[in-house]
């Protein structure tokens, strides 16, 4: 699955070689039978992503505001967000069984399908005056069970829709989408649709995701896994455990996949809280609480478009080290301060850091991992990161219950200090090194 931790043929270079803008350019890379790669493809996944990832902002946005409207308990409110991600932890490892067997655009059809199933349901109780926090629960757990098998999907697609050298181009847009419209776009809209109504909200959420639907119909070539054909045929649980031995046996992915559980929980609890402490602690309403919300969404489009030139000056371990500072002043900003413009600040270096790891991360694994585990691997990725999000909004929770949201966000911004150390010594210009500048092919 792995390449071997050194490469016999070419001498160590003590500089990250994925960090030369031409690295991948030039290297050989056979394209699996039956996949086709098309430059529109790109365009087609930034598109998708963007809209989906908009319609995901919104609910992110407005689901626990309509919970501040029933109950000002701090667990309760961070309840709504955890259902979003809790399902990272029950199904994750499973969904990347499915993903490493089916066509893995079905499966993003599937996904939206359900999607427009539950904001359908949110829609009814609305209508109804039903919309309670049990209704909330359930349209969330719902999403996010979609969000699972169309994140997952999504990313294991990538290799087999984007030839080599427009990859690190591609995650970067993918990603810088995923942040601008879930953390920017989709909060300030979410904000102002939730003041003209709950129901407007809403339905502007399942228009996206049927628009979506439409925008993912031009994707070209054929995404099914390529398995070898004298693979023995596994028990799913012994095809999860090929998925994580491929994360644990590997040094690099490992501690990044650690260091991301640690970044991913404070992330967590910040979303989780920050509703709480905008509204009741610095006075915000609800359009001033979306700005401050879209403050990571400014931030991740910075990092998306400045990637590739922040990698040439700081190199890969530059940059994700960026990140541990980012989300370290993101979650000390509300412990320290209740300035709108101050927290927002700590959430755009949030933001950037976020795209700037995830771009990173991307690209290392996608050349690391070969096609037919990596929708497995990258299950097993996000259990570690977004499946740490429902524990850091439930530790976030209870400790807020008990000991308030300041001194909260100050034990979050402890542990992610905590991590520089590990991090600095286990993310060398060595373990770069050994990363391939040929992807993996099945």
């Known amino acids: 699955m792995l390449t071997p931790d050194r490469r016999a043929e070419e001498p160590a270079d003590p500089q990250d070689p994925l960090d030369s803008p031409g690295a991948p350019a030039g290297a050989a890379d056979e394209v699996p039978p039956g996949h086709l ?3 529109r493809n790109t365009a087609v996944l930034v598109g998708f992503t963007a809209v989906t990832n908009l319609a995901d902002g919104v609910t992110k946005m407005v689901l626990p505001l309509m919970a501040t409207r029933i109950t000002d308990s701090p667990a309760l409110v961070s309840g709504v967000a955890l259902t979003l991600t809790l399902p990272w932890l029950l199904i994750a490892l499973h969904v990347g069984v499915l993903v490493d067997r089916f066509d893995r655009r079905r499966l993003l059809w599937i996904a939206n399908s359900v999607r427009l199933l ?11 005056d039903q919309a309670g926090l049990p209704a909330l629960y359930a349209g969330g757990i719902a999403l996010g069970f979609a969000e699972v098998v169309a994140l997952t999907s999504a990313t294991a697609l990538i290799p087999a829709a984007v030839a080599p050298e427009g990859r690190e181009r591609a995650n970067a847009w993918v990603a810088g989408a995923e942040t601008v419209t879930n953390e920017f776009c989709g909060p300030f809209v979410g904000g102002l649709l939730l003041a003209a109504g709950a129901g407007i909200a809403l339905g502007t959420t399942g228009a996206a995701y049927a628009v979506a639907m439409v925008i993912l119909a031009f994707l070209v070539g054929r995404f099914t896994p390529v398995t070898r054909r004298d693979q023995p045929t596994a028990s799913v649980n012994q095809r999860i455990a090929e998925g994580l031995r491929v994360l644990w046996n590997h040094r690099l992915l490992r501690i990044m996949a650690l260091s991301l559980t640690v970044l991913a929980s404070c992330w967590g609890a910040w ?8 509204i009741h602690e610095m006075g915000l309403d609800e359009r001033q609480w979306g700005i ?11 990092g998306a478009v400045t990637v590739r030139a922040v990698n040439r000056l700081l190199g890969r371990r530059g940059a994700m080290f960026a990140d541990l500072l980012g989300t370290a002043a993101m979650v000390a900003a509300p412990a320290l301060t209740t300035n709108m413009w101050l927290v927002a600040g700590g959430a755009f270096l949030g933001g950037m850091g976020g795209i700037l790891w995830t771009v990173n991360s991307r690209t290392i694994s996608q050349y690391l991992v070969e096609d037919g585990v990596l929708g497995r691997y990258n299950a097993a990725a996000r259990l570690f990161s977004w499946g740490a999000m429902p524990l850091g909004a439930g530790i976030g929770g209870l400790l807020a219950e008990f000991a308030g949201l300041r001194f909260t966000f100050l034990f979050f911004t402890v542990a992610t200090l905590l991590l520089i150390i590990p991090f600095l010594r286990m993310v060398t210009p060595a373990a770069l090194a050994e990363v391939p500048t040929t992807p993996r092919r099945s």
């Open 271 to 278: 979303l989780a809280l920050m509703p709480l402490m905008a």
């Open 118 to 128: 539950a904001i359908a349901g949110l829609l009814l109780a609305v209508a109804n």
């Open 37 to 39: 790669r098309s430059e």
């Open 292 to 302: 401050v919300l879209s403050a990571l969404g400014v931030g991740g489009l910075v």
